[in-house]
């Protein structure tokens, strides 16, 4: 099984409101991922997190705030959130532990995220 | 930061047609890999490939790390093999740098 799923698939809100995103794998990988990705654009790291810490924060406004409660789930909190930052937010995952592949990385389908 | 030239940017093909996708990169790399990004947006594994050659059916790809360039073949094009090819590249632990991708339309 090399599926990383996301929830919602979309999501609408509005500048003051707070949601969540979030994403699951149960590929036993040690390392997950939050890309944004604009329109007609490649994706762009926002965070990393390795054995449920946070190592790399790409210069991310303090608006998203990432989260992962155990090796399996990330979660991503926005507030406050600007018409510009609508994208598509996808998760990924890598192993991390051994194997042939440590850093190969499986993506989720996404949340399309619109901010009105 | 680690470079990730992509070409051509767009191809249209008939189906049918047979295809040659670059990805060229600026430093020596531990993980390549080749993605197809379908139309809803989801990126789909085609090959973890920092050196060598792979075969998947009518996909295959090979890279030449020494010469810092990989290559992407699409044989016998289908209409669903339409949308953007990425390559993304790591030198480093785990962070991916991806190129601009390949607009690929394939025509009935």
């Known amino acids: 099984d090399t599926e990383v799923t996301q929830t919602p698939k979309h999501l609408v809100m509005g500048m003051t409101n707070k949601k969540s995103l979030k994403c699951e794998q149960h590929m036993g990988h040690r390392a997950m991922y939050w890309y944004k990705q604009k329109a007609k654009k490649p994706p762009e790291l926002m965070f990393v997190y390795s054995y449920e810490k946070l190592s790399i924060n790409e210069s991310v406004p303090s608006r998203f705030s990432p989260e992962c409660p155990n090796s399996s789930l990330l979660n991503l909190h926005l507030h406050a959130l600007q018409p510009e930052d609508s994208a598509l937010y996808l998760c990924a995952s890598s192993p991390l532990l051994g194997g042939k592949k440590p850093y190969e990385q499986y993506f989720g389908p996404g949340t399309r995220l619109t901010v009105t | 930061g680690i470079q990730v030239e992509q070409s051509p940017p767009d191809l249209i093909l008939q189906e049918g047609a047979n295809s040659t996708l670059r990805c060229n990169f600026s430093d020596s790399v531990n993980n390549l890999q080749w993605f197809h990004q379908n139309p809803w947006g989801q990126l789909i594994n085609l090959f973890y490939i920092p050196s060598g050659t792979k075969q998947n059916g009518r996909l295959s790809a090979t890279t030449v790390a020494t010469e810092r360039y990989s290559l992407l073949y699409i044989s016998s094009s289908q209409t669903t093999d339409s949308g953007v090819y990425f390559c993304?590249?790591?030198?480093?632990?785990?962070?991916?740098?991806f190129g601009e991708g390949t607009q690929l339309t394939v025509n009935p």
């Open positions: 993304a590249v790591g030198f480093s632990g785990s962070r991916l740098t």
